[in-house]
């Protein structure tokens, strides 16, 4: 990664703030195990709104009643 730029004041709150890193931990990461952390990398992403309102679309929670006879 050279020549990469990082925005270290947003990487420190997301490390410390928001996965409770101490900061000592937190310089103690790679940045590739700091973005594994944060959830970034080749794995799945966290479902966004438009993917669950999808999902609510084409399975929603009622049922049209039906008769067994």
């Known amino acids: 990664m050279s020549g990469a730029r990082f ?3 947003a990487l420190m709150r997301a490390g410390v703030q928001g996965l ?3 900061p ?4 103690a990461l790679t ?3 700091l973005r594994l952390m944060m959830g ?9 709104r ?9 399975y929603p929670d009622e049922q049209e009643e039906t008769s067994d006879g």
């Open 20 to 22: 409770g890193l101490r």
């Open 24 to 27: 000592a931990e937190f310089w």
């Open 31 to 33: 940045p590739a195990e």
């Open 40 to 48: 970034e990398g080749h794995g799945l992403r966290p479902m966004a």
């Open 50 to 58: 438009d993917g669950l309102e999808a999902l609510l679309a084409a």
């Open 7 to 9: 925005d270290w004041p």
